[in-house]
T-cell receptor, first 114, second 114 residues
Framework: QQQVKQSPQSLIVQKGGISIINCAYE??????FPWYQQFPGKGPALLIA?????SEKKEGRFTISFNKSAKQFSLHIMDSQPGDSATYFC?????????????FGTGTKLQVIP | DVKVTQSSRYLVKRTGEKVFLECVQD?????MFWYRQDPGLGLRLIYF???????EKGDIPEGYSVSREKKERFSLILESASTNQTSMYLC?????????????FGDGTRLSIL
């Protein structure tokens, strides 16, 4: 059962454009939403994360927008660069003490063309 | 920086063989994880461990077992390898999840079962 749905599966963006990746979740117990970035031949690495008490978080060119009522969150990459070409995974986990399993989306392969 | 090291980048084994994938982390993290990554399916949790000699099943534990004899080392074992276990395997570690700590990934082992 896919609890975090991610789209699109792949994305091609011109250099300087905005890349947008969307995720939707079902489990209302989720309260931590990280994004991971994976370059070819490397493992995923945490890029940015948000909690549902804020609607937006920005770090440099990367912004997470969060809509709690719609149970959706998205990653926006402003002024996209060829170096941003990677696979991006959204994820979600609850936080009710102890270890809580992280559920990952299926990934979006982003290609930024010069 | 946290370093998670997976012993092999590429591995080719035959059907029916017992296969060991090794992972070592150098940051004294309590939690360790094994995922497999397949195109279109994202990251799926096989097993995780929250302490030495402790383990919990993830979403797809069938055909796998794990061992954690020391805090820094977490091994994934394919008892009798099958072709449907051909995949990219990722190991990760994290601190205990008060506050939802990020997971730190190794660069993966691409395993082919012939």
């Amino acid at each position: 059962q896919q609890q975090v749905k991610q789209s699109p599966q792949s994305l091609i963006v011109q250099k300087g454009g905005i890349s947008i990746i969307n995720c939707a979740y079902e489990n209302t117990a989720f309260d931590y939403f990280p994004w991971y970035q994976q370059f070819p031949g490397k493992g995923p690495a945490l890029l940015i994360a948000i909690r549902p008490d804020v609607s937006e978080k920005k770090e440099g060119r990367f912004t997470i927008s969060f809509n709690k009522s719609a149970k959706q969150f998205s990653l926006h990459i402003m002024d996209s660069q060829p170096g941003d070409s990677a696979t991006y995974f959204c994820a979600a986990s609850p936080n009710s003490g102890g270890y809580q399993k992280v559920t990952f989306g299926t990934g979006t392969k982003l290609q930024v063309i010069p | 920086d946290v370093k998670v090291t997976q012993s092999s980048r590429y591995l080719v084994k035959r059907t029916g063989e017992k296969v060991f994938l090794e992972c070592v982390q150098d940051m004294d993290h309590e939690n360790m994880f094994w995922y497999r990554q397949d195109p279109g399916l994202g990251l799926r949790l096989i097993y995780f461990s929250y302490d030495v000699k402790m383990k919990e099943k993830g979403d797809i534990p069938e055909g796998y077992s794990v061992s954690r004899e020391k805090k820094e080392r977490f091994s994934l074992i394919l008892e009798s390898a099958s072709t449907n276990q051909t995949s990219m395997y990722l190991c990760a570690s994290s601190l205990p999840t008060d506050g939802n700590q990020p997971q730190h990934f190794g660069d993966g082992t691409r395993l082919s079962i012939l």
